[in-house]
Every structure is written in C-alpha cells, then in structure tokens.
C-alpha cells in the first residue's frame, strides 16, 4: 500500500467498509447452514494461519512491545475481533437486514462519545453536520424513501445484538489511539486475532456441542475464505491504519458505507436490482463524508467543552 492512492487514509476506509459490505451479503447468505459462533472461530482461524507467515518474524521481534501494551490489545481483541463480528453473526439470524442497517447507522454518532471518554478528543460543528447529512442519507435507502417504513418497525432480541455490535466497535476505534505508532500494523492484527481466538473458543466449543457444527461444503468453505481474507485481514490492516492517520470520529462516519455497499453487493451477487432510493440516499452519505473529511483544521468546537489537542 505504498502507491499514492492506497496511501490516503480516505481511501482505506472505503476498502474496509466495501469488505464489510460483503462481509454482511455472505453472513446473510449463509446464515441458515453455518452457525454464528462457528463462521467467526473459522474465520480467525484462518485468517490467523494465512498471516502468520507474513507477521511471525516481526511479531517475535516485537514481543516486548507486544507485552507492554498487552493490555490494550487484549481489549482490542475481545471488542474488535471477538465481540463485534459474533454480535453481528448472531444478530443476523435473529433479526431483519433493515433492522440490522438501522441499528448500525448509529455507530457515527456513538464512536465519538466513546472517542471523548477514552482520549479526549473532540467533535467539531462541521462534523457533527456530516454525520447528521450522512445518516438522512442512509436512513432514505434503509427506508426504501418510504418513511413508514420505519413507524413499522418491530425490534426483535436481535437488534440488541446489534446494539451491543455498534458499542463494541466504538471501543475498539477509539482504543486504536493507545497503541504506540512503532508497533507495526500485521503484529498488531496478528496478536489480537491469536488473543480473539483463545476468546471465542469455549463459545464455539459450546455452540458445538449444544446445536452441532456445519457441513464444510464448498460454499461454506468459499465463505470462510472471502471473510477471512478480506473482511478480516485487508479489512481491519486497512481500517487500523485510517483510524491512526485521521482518528476513529472522522473514520466511523465511513461506517454508513457498509449499508451501501451491501446493497450493491447483492444487486450484483444475489440478483437483486438498483433502485430510485439508492440515487437519492447516495449523494446525500457522500456530502456528509465530504463535510466531515474536508476543511478541518480551523473552526473547531467541541461537543462538550474540555481543552484537549485537536484530533489529526
């Protein structure tokens, strides 16, 4: 990633959100043959296995690094890696795709609070426009531009799943900041998905024994590759250095893509078509993100007052 395109922070955020877009079609579409405990343990698994190849040597290099911080990436595992995607897994059997989407279209608006009480850092009036443009945009394409879609709503225990998802990542977003900047991104990736499988496995192991595992066909086996691959390592490689280079309130706000991105993906993937919604949700995400990326560095104003360094 050391070409000028791949370098911009912007555009890792739009890799990892595109990822996760599928990560959400394949988790939809494979709900009903693998259980939610089982497509995360594998996932990490493998993602683990292909990486360490790649981290091993600089992961025993830095072990003492890795140490001294070991408790900031310990919770970096049990929110990003093991609480997170189950929560979403989970939520996904029990709850509706719009449901889901409404749910996770918070996160813009919770990442921040999280980012001020654990580092202080600051919201100013031009982001809290973005999220608010952004999030009228994501709601028309959740909505389907019919509004009494959303008066018709009925939560499920699902959505709490969800709920608990968009706290989750919040966290880890926010707990980025702790890491010091020499500790090089695949040891980092590396130890929390080592940390997030030790985590996960009694879960697994229970999910097992009480509703059995899955039949490793070749879809399913397809599916635990595309998430392992690309919704975990290129995925959280991607978002972890974005969030270092612009910080987690400017990074969640991109979270409003995964929705887009979804639809897209399962225009092309499941068949499904582009509709008028789409065209109007769509310009509306982007001018909230234009608002919250661009022409940061004068007029700043908290949203709760507190001197602290600006946010870069």
Known sequence: MKSHAFSSPYVLLVIATLCWGGNFVIARAVHADMPPMSLTFWRWVMACLLLFPLSGRALFAHRALVRRHFYVLLGLSLTGVAIFH?????????????????VLAVMPMVIPLFSYLINGDRLSSR????IGVSSIGILIIISRADWSVLTRLSFTPGDLWILGAVISWSIYSSLLKRLPREMPSLVMLQ???????????????????????????PANLAAIAYVA????????????????????????????????????????????????????????????????????????????????????
């Open 86 to 102: 189950s929560f979403v897994y989970i939520a996904l059997h029990t709850t509706t795709a719009v449901n889901a989407s409404l």
């Open 127 to 130: 982001q809290i426009a973005g």
């Open 191 to 217: 130890t929390i998905m080592m940390i997030g499988i030790v985590l996960v496995f009694p879960f697994y192991l229970r999910e097992v024994y009480l509703y059995g595992g899955f039949t490793p066909s």
């Open 229 to 312: 691959i690309f919704a975990s390592i290129v995925a959280f490689l991607s978002w972890n250095k974005a969030v270092h280079e612009v910080g987690a309130n400017k990074a969640g706000l991109f979270i409003h893509l995964i929705p887009l991105f979804s639809a897209f993906l399962a225009i092309l993937l499941l068949g499904e078509r582009l509709q008028g919604y789409h065209f109007a949700g769509l310009p509306l995400i982007l001018a909230g993100i234009y608002l919250t990326t661009r022409g940061m560095a004068r007029g700043r104003e908290n949203i709760i007052p507190r001197s602290v360094p600006d946010e870069r």
